[in-house]
């Protein structure tokens, strides 16, 4: 059926129809082809930040400064300007309005980093409901860290990590959090997973994931932690009950704690070797026992596969470690296992990993794939949204283009499958993004591919950085006239001159107003390009 | 890789040419594989034929019912003639398992260790220290006496042991 593409038009539309049930978002998300960010103002002038992101409610967009100190925080304004001359719509922007100061207001800058700690500019996360952020200052790694106190060897250590919860109204710092002598991956927020209020932080080098909880109140309250005990009161528990066992066992249970979350300076501990396979492991090698033993009902095979399938890589097994977690909802955890290698190394797809569906509430593992399983590869084919999953109080998150949402991303993942030269290699590529980042995608609907298309290598809604190209980006209406709407060019307006070096780029786009940020950098300290585009 | 057993820096037995322990330690692998005791199983860990894992599964109508005990098993080099070293990587709460998971079996002591005894043997002897604990030979004398005074007492903690360390 014919619709008209004059905004006009659409209004009127509204005014007389009543969309289908259900639809009333998607309809009034259409309006988006109209109202599209096609101006640009090329190089602004503005502070020499780095832009980290803007809020998922777009009330605020965070950066911080070149030296890793402080952070920044901006309200996204409207821009207003008045222009004597007639017809003003067709003049260019008076110079005085072409400022980074008529877009963005500074609420505040605040100093998170102390002597010897820099603020992680990749590393950022909102809690809407409260308007929290939390964000992490860190000193420099030490790559060959002796593995002391129950720490797995040839994980790298941070001598001291720090998240910091602000209000990020006031930026006030509500509570911190201190790891001392740990390694929790950063880059990307991907060793901390956010949900709702419940915060999950996977310490690498100690084998724990720390549960914490968000209090209204601007609390972070310890909840439980996954690693060498399942259940929130498991080594409490066994400190009362084996007080008539010798002093061996409670040394070696009671020294853990202390390594983990440490509030004041770090003690050296002497390395004791716990003797027995950690909670979280027990949990799992069980899973793994009982899921052959039921598989086969031939005696004899099922002695054989359990010899093959399991006694032959018991070890392979226990020396598993914890890579990264994500939740799928407030009781379960998707872990991602593999090698210690793997876990460190920049690119962790060439190394064997396997993931597990964890109940924390009744510590059972409900599931367990390889990393080129079939199976798990269906269900994220299928039901890819209960991976990418939401807190519950923004519902505009769930209009993220993917592929089980949107048909034309279904159709990109089965052409790229059919494409692909070995199925299990697809798979192994695909799953390699499980578990997902957390708040990784910008909820922006210019990049809702019901309504546009653009090439996905250059832009898209994940949050990274892109080698930058010379040609503008180039946003084309999804359904017919298939026209091109807007394009986004980030580097300066003519373009570059000095082709040799390496320019990339990185696009903030604001949630609800037809806004965004894109940051051109080489790869020199020089200061960065921002364009700002918006709709005129 | 058969250069190691020259310069004698190797401690385990070649694999090229079977000793008699592997003879024998292979010879029992195909017997526990033939006629395999209930609720137990066991295996060698990777290649290593002197490195077993077993897993014991907790007997229903004692404190240990759902429990899944794994233990590692130890081959020394002139086996049979010295019997194999078992250790709990579960944790358990028994008078016989001390708290680093070393188990007291009377037929695990050199002493009374007998080279007709088999891995098969050993297991079944592991799983009946699950339905008749020994008190008096205890490792932990604090469970024992629980064991002996307060039985419920200590069936109910050791059920609470298994719910939360052996699932």
Not at chain 1, 94 to 103: G, L, V, W
Not at chain 1, 152 to 167: A, N, Y
Not at chain 1, 426 to 445: G, I, T
Not at chain 2, 105 to 115: A, F, G, H, Q, T
Request: proline share 6%; hydrophobic share 35%; glycine share 4%.
């Amino acid at each position: 059926m014919f619709r008209s593409n004059n905004l006009t038009a659409r209004i009127f539309e509204r005014q007389i129809r009543t969309p289908s049930p259900g639809t009333t978002i998607h309809r009034a998300r259409r309006f988006y082809e109209n109202i599209v960010p096609g101006s640009t103002i090329y190089d602004v002038e503005c502070p020499d930040h780095s832009f980290r992101k803007f809020t998922e409610d777009g009330k605020y967009l965070i950066s911080f400064s070149r030296n890793h100190q402080d952070l920044i925080v901006y309200r996204p304004t409207w821009l207003t300007f008045s222009c004597k001359q007639e017809d003003c719509y067709a003049q260019d922007l008076p110079p005085k309005a072409k400022k980074f100061e008529s877009f963005f207001t500074q609420i505040y800058s605040v100093p998170l980093a102390s002597a010897s700690e820099l603020i992680c500019k990749d590393f950022f996360l909102y809690a809407e409901s409260n308007q929290f952020g939390l964000f992490a200052t860190s000193t420099a790694q030490i790559y060959d860290a002796p593995a002391t106190g129950g720490a797995i060897q040839g994980v790298p250590s941070i001598e001291k990590i720090t998240f910091h919860l602000l209000r990020l109204e006031d930026g006030v710092v509500l509570d911190e959090r201190v790891f001392c002598n740990d390694y929790i991956n950063l880059a990307h927020s991907m060793g901390v997973f956010l949900y709702d209020d419940l915060l999950a932080i996977v310490s690498l080098r100690y084998q724990h994931i720390h549960i914490l909880q968000i209090r209204d109140s601007g609390t972070l309250v310890d909840v439980r932690a996954i690693g060498d005990f399942c259940r929130e009161d498991d080594q409490l528990f066994l400190n009362s009950s084996s007080q008539g066992m010798s002093s061996i066992e409670k040394s070696v249970s009671q020294h853990i704690p202390v390594n983990n979350v440490a509030n004041g300076p770090h003690l050296e501990q002497v390395p004791q070797e716990n003797p027995f396979l950690s909670g979280i492991k027990q949990r799992l090698l069980s899973f793994i026992v009982r899921e052959i033993r039921n598989e086969e009902e031939d005696e004899t095979m099922r002695i054989q596969s359990l010899k093959k399938k399991f006694y032959f890589h018991f070890q392979d097994y226990v020396d598993l470690i914890i890579w990264k977690v994500q939740f799928l909802d407030r009781h379960h955890l998707l872990i991602k296992f593999g090698s210690v290698d793997g876990a460190v190394s920049r690119n962790a797809d060439n190394h064997p990993a396997f993931f597990a569906v964890y109940n924390m509430e009744s510590t059972e593992i409900i599931a367990f794939y390889q990393m080129s399983s079939d199976k798990l590869y269906l269900l994220f084919e299928q039901f890819c949204d209960h991976f990418h999953v939401a807190s519950k109080n923004s519902p505009y998150m769930n209009f993220i283009s993917s592929h089980s949402n949107n048909i034309h991303a279904l159709e990109q993942l089965r052409s790229s499958k059919n494409k692909a030269t070995s199925f299990s290699l697809f798979v192994k590529k695909v799953m390699a993004s499980l578990p997902f980042n957390c708040q990784s995608q910008s909820p922006s609907p210019y990049f809702d591919q019901s309504l546009f298309r653009f090439d996905e290598k250059l832009i898209s809604a994940a949050d990274r950085h892109r080698q930058s190209t010379d040609h503008p980006i180039k946003f084309i209406l999804r359904r017919p006239p298939h026209t091109l709407k807007f394009k986004i060019k980030p580097g300066p307006e003519a373009g570059i001159t000095d082709c040799r070096t390496r320019r990339i780029s990185s696009f903030l786009f604001h949630p609800i107003l037809p806004l965004a940020l894109s940051v051109q950098q080489s790869l020199f300290l020089q200061p960065a390009f921002v364009n700002i585009h918006f709709r005129k | 890789m058969n250069s190691g057993s020259l310069t004698g820096g190797r401690s385990w037995p070649s694999r090229t040419s079977l000793t008699s322990s592997g003879k024998r330690i292979q010879k029992e692998m195909a017997e526990l594989n033939t006629d395999p005791p209930a609720d137990c199983s066991a295996g060698p860990k990777g290649d290593n034929l002197y490195h077993w894992v077993a897993t014991l599964f907790g007997p229903q109508g004692t404190p240990y019912d759902g429990g899944i005990y794994f233990l590692d098993i130890t081959f020394p080099a002139n086996y049979p003639f010295k019997p194999p070293k078992v250790v709990f990587k579960t944790r358990i709460y028994h008078c016989n398992v001390d708290s680093t998971g070393n188990v007291s079996l009377d037929i695990l002591e050199e002493n009374s260790w007998s080279p007709a005894l088999t891995i098969s043997k050993v297991l079944l002897a592991l799983r009946s220290i699950f339905t008749n604990p020994n008190p008096y030979k205890p490792q932990v004398p604090g469970i024992a006496h629980l064991y002996l005074v307060d039985k419920s007492k200590h069936d109910s903690l050791a059920a609470e042991w298994t719910q939360r360390f052996a699932k």
